[in-house]
């Protein structure tokens, strides 16, 4: 028997080890915004007189012969197929820059390092990327691993623009991180302005165990108090993210059901819905982007999402992306996808604006001067999400579109 | 009344993977943690058969088949080698090969999650809940594979060599029993208990990933230890009632961020308690 327990004492800590592995996305809360406003706007005057100098050569640029953006990402694991977008939608927007001449004649590169969606990995990343000299980053996919990023990127002084890291201590890590998707808050107060107008018995259902969820999640039920509307909450974990059976259950009467979550366990709860009998509404944010390859004919509930990016939208920008996207990786572009090529554009606009003309050049000096034309009043870059202008504090401003599928 | 039916059915999923993690450890004594894993297999064959228009029937077939072949593959090249070693070799390497099934099934699938499109068998009202038929056939066709085993082990010449198996296995070989075709022929039931599970799994949950079977593979282990390792019929209790607890926890809105705590909780007291699980036999340790 005493074999036995020292088995069981091992597996017990190895299950632990897993399920920190799995939350290691979800470690921050998010904090109000309201403070950063006041700090960002001294930030402004202070950026403004930054000087930098943009002829200097780096530590360890060396012997770089284009300009490498670095990024990390979970390229395996449970939230691989974010990471894997992201890394898609750069390297077409890597591989087109470089297609019509780079900058001044220099390529880019994209450099980016797997961290399985971990703090720990991130971090390791960043030093390797550092080290092989990255001169600006797209920071990391996942919140927590990109707040883990944007910490080690600000002791050196790096630019880092995250595509799809959503939690506001991402970007409240430093001065000179920045975002291209929304925040969180920005979309649990949206999606409660929405419902609680339009709705009458309303559940939400969240995933409790991760920082985009919980994120949007705060922020819309401090709203719907506000708003002095009820709801029914559920939620579930990362460890219980499969079977939705009690949830609905709870909710089947409802109008609406309010899913501040990703497409997947998304997909799954429409399901869930067709099981139950329950003819819900489904409403989500930018989350639910890909949640039509989730479902099935089976599923007639009306679903609908609020995102920056609509893989069907008419506009020109966006279509030549998707085909572009297309035909490279035989797949439709998802946000994630799109948010990785606005990130890369924005820094090349922003690089071009600047007029970088130094291959070597030191990732610090131009942090400082990335930091400076994202936080300047006329800069503004048009992408497949939309416009966007950043202010101080890093957030990006821009308007959603909701997308409906049935 | 719903939520004790969605929990049963759950349950009835954990006891059948449980099952193949009893069995194995009973029999050769090593924890098989590539188990859930051979789910994950079996479900991507339902998958694959399914997307490419095979019929149901043929996609239980082949994933059963699948299964079996893929748990032999995994113990002869595996773990045979590694037989007589110390436990925690074997165990490493368990770990080890559900990381390398995973990957290969990334490789192969890609990391999105994959819907599958099993024809819904419609909902009845019992005593007042509306319970859909899939959670009913999966009690109904857990409780019998779970019977027939019993019996299998109980009656059969190869059921009973297995038991001499778990009992002593010098003596066992001794006797003229062939320990490695035993051994076998443990993974091949226990693979095809986890083809079933996975079959009854995407009934419930269509949608197949690389890393479907890692947690219902942990699960299930907790509930073979909470039921006593080795025991057969204590696994069938401890993965139904770790399915009952599981979504009686996430009905009350109170409990449902700690469900998990609150599961592992239990297999921490269970252990505590009585170390060798609820129906789990006392063995004299020989010296």
Known sequence: MKKFSKVIALLLSLSLVLCFAACGGNTEETTAGSEETTAGSEETTVAADIAYDLTKEGEYTADNTEYVIGATGPLTGDAASYGISVQQGAQLAIDEINAAGGLNGVNFKLDMKDDKATAPDASTGYDALFEAGMQASLGSVTSGSAESFATRAAEDGVFSLTPSASADPVINASNNSFRVCFGDPDNGIMSAEKLAKEYKNIGVIYDSSDAYSSGIYDAFKAKMAELNVTYIEQSFDAENNRDFSTQVEALKDCDVIFLPIYYTEAGLIAKACVAKGCDAFLFGCDGLDGVASQIDATVTNKISYLTPFDVNSEDAKVSAFVTAYETKYSAKPDQFAADGYDAVYAIFEAMKALGVNNVKVDPIELGKALTATFTSADFSFDGVTGGMVWDASGACVKEPIIVELQ | ?287
Do not use: W
């Not at chain 2, 009835?12 to 069995?23: S, V």
């Not at chain 2, 799994?201 to 039921?227: C, H, N």
């Open chain 2, 1 to 287: 009344m719903s939520i004790l039916f969605d929990g049963l059915s759950l349950g009835a999923i954990y006891a059948l993977i449980a099952l193949g993690y009893t069995m194995v450890y009973g029999i050769a004594k090593m924890l098989n943690f590539a188990h859930g894993d051979i789910i994950m297999v079996g479900a991507y064959s339902v998958f694959v058969t399914l997307a490419s228009g095979g019929h149901i029937a043929l996609a239980c077939i082949l994933s059963i088949v699948l299964c079996v072949i893929m748990g032999v593959v995994v113990e002869k090249v595996a773990y045979k080698p590694l037989r007589g070693s110390s436990p925690l070799a074997v165990l490493i390497t368990a770990i080890g090969v559900s990381y390398l099934l995973q990957s290969i099934s990334q490789l192969i699938f890609g990391a999105d999650p994959k819907n599958v499109t099993i024809a819904s068998l419609g909902a009845v009202t019992l005593f007042g809940a509306k319970i859909s038929v899939s959670s009913i056939v999966t009690l109904v066709i857990g409780a019998v594979i779970m019977a027939a085993l019993t019996v299998f082990v109980k009656k059969t010449r190869t059921g009973r060599a297995m038991v001499a198996v778990s009992e002593d296995k010098g003596a066992a070989m001794l006797m003229g029993i062939n320990v490695n075709k035993i051994i076998s022929v443990t993974f091949a039931i226990g693979s095809a208990l986890a083809a079933a599970a996975s079959l009854f799994y995407l009934m419930q949950i269509p949608s197949v990933e690389p890393t479907l079977g890692s947690m219902p593979g942990i699960k299930a282990f907790t509930a073979a230890v909470i039921g006593g390792i080795g025991s057969i019929p204590g696994a069938m209790i401890g993965g139904v009632l770790l399915g009952v607890i599981e979504k009686v926890c996430l009905s009350v809105p109170v409990l449902a961020p700690y469900t998990t705590a609150v599961e592992f909780g239990l297999l921490i007291v269970i252990l505590l308690v009585r170390p060798i699980g609820l129906l789990g036999k006392k063995r004299r340790e020989k010296v």
